[in-house]
């Protein structure tokens, strides 16, 4: 049998993904007079918050996290649930005519040197050329799963945090959670709340910092001191934490020798933003044990040579953007954590834009996607105005 003939479509923008970044950036275009292609792998948009952790919500202030054109409704909350983001991307993407193809899968992004442009292979077979191409499929596309030492021996079970919905499989068990980044500070939270003995396992120093301080979401105070000199809000930044979290030494918890908006700025890694774990540490109902060093049968056994049952561990480890694998024949400039140097292409990547991957600004990432998808669509169409739906303008405080 002949194999299936590849189907070609030809765009001039084509973007990938169609979580916040993707339809943020659509709606843009869209308002500057040019409709995009958009596909995206999943089976429905805003896929990824679609299955998040029940618990989740923001930690940024609905005023900084709407995309441009669509405030969320005043009937939300200050934090927005999980599924209030999804009702809001859902609600978003209509308001702007935005229909994504679902169920596509790009596997690859290359060259079309006759034509100046972008080829685009899709797992269906399809053949996708566009002039431009706008990478938005996420800072969180891959989940980074390491095999623990002797993992073979624990009898229990290891699961990444992206399979993590609620507490309900886990009543009844010891629960381990390998990582306190923002994800396994709330998970080990959202267990202990449902009754359920849950442990952190905190390898590092950490940036903690309260999600409000004194009724001031800290979001807004990060983009205040952000603007000044760098020394100048570090030592900001650095008396505000300590001031209000304070050492946390005793419980386990070390903190950054850098400020958190140094850590955020260099290293791209955002502080715990705490919305009551530091509490259940102190209160004792969250335990806090050293790296692991490997798992035994039954249990753990951490650096510091001491062992604890648990039935189960869930590893908060953080994700890969995998970007390298999409462009086999052109070489990306991607930082440390893989992410892309810039938001615009240039050289070889000229006619390329990367939306959703700048996780060093304060503030937060929707607030980052917002000022990105502005920056891209005015690149595509410099000269077009923008229709009469007018964008939300990025917000300052």
Not at 122 to 137: H, N, P, Y
Not at 197 to 221: E, F, H, K, M, W
Not at 308 to 322: I, K
């Amino acid at each position: 049998m002949d194999p299936k003939p590849t189907t070609r479509t030809d765009t001039d923008t084509l973007v990938i993904g169609a979580g916040p970044a993707g339809l943020a950036t659509a709606a843009c275009l869209a308002q500057r007079g040019t409709r995009a292609l958009v596909i995206d792998q999943a089976h429905e948009s805003a896929s990824s918050w679609r299955h998040h952790y029940e618990r989740l919500h923001l930690h940024t202030v609905k005023t900084h996290s709407a995309l441009p054109g669509l405030p969320f409704p005043d009937s939300a909350p200050r934090y927005v649930s999980r599924q209030g983001v999804v009702d809001y991307l859902t609600r978003y993407a209509d308001h702007h005519g935005i229909v994504p193809e679902l169920g596509e899968t790009a596997l690859s992004i290359e060259p079309e040197t006759r034509n100046a442009g972008w080829l685009i292979r899709t797992a269906s077979g399809r053949l996708i050329a566009a002039r431009q191409v706008v990478v938005a499929t996420g800072a969180n596309r891959r989940p980074r799963v390491p095999t623990l030492p002797h993992q073979e021996l624990f009898g229990g079970r290891v699961l990444h945090s992206r399979e993590y919905r609620n507490a309900k499989p886990f009543a009844g068990q010891r629960v381990l959670v390998v990582g306190m980044g923002n994800t396994g500070a709330e998970i080990a939270l959202d267990l202990v709340e449902h009754g359920v003995r849950a442990a952190l396992s905190v390898r590092s120093p950490l940036n903690i910092v309260y999600r409000d301080v004194l009724g001031r979401p800290t979001q807004l105070s990060s983009i205040l001191l952000s603007r000044l000199p760098p020394a100048l809000g570090d030592a900001a930044a650095t008396l505000l934490r300590n001031l209000s979290v304070g050492d946390l030494g005793r419980y386990g918890l070390h903190t950054a020798a850098v400020s958190p908006l140094r850590q955020l700025r260099e290293d791209g890694k955002t502080p715990v933003i705490d919305v009551g774990t530091v509490a259940r540490i102190k209160n004792g109902d969250i335990q806090v044990y050293p790296g692991v060093q490997t798992l035994v049968h039954g249990g753990v056994r951490f650096t510091d040579g001491t062992e604890h049952p648990f039935d189960s561990v869930l590893l908060a480890t953080g994700y890969d953007p995998a970007l390298s694998e999409l462009f086999p024949a052109t070489s990306l400039p991607l930082d440390a954590r893989g992410m892309p140097a810039d938001v615009v292409g240039q050289g070889a990547l000229a006619g390329v834009y990367f939306v959703g991957f700048d996780v060093r600004q304060p503030g937060g990432l929707l607030r980052s996607i917002a000022a990105q998808a502005q920056t891209v669509a005015q690149h595509i169409c410099p000269a077009q105005g923008a229709s009469s739906h007018t964008p939300v303008p990025v917000h300052s405080i």
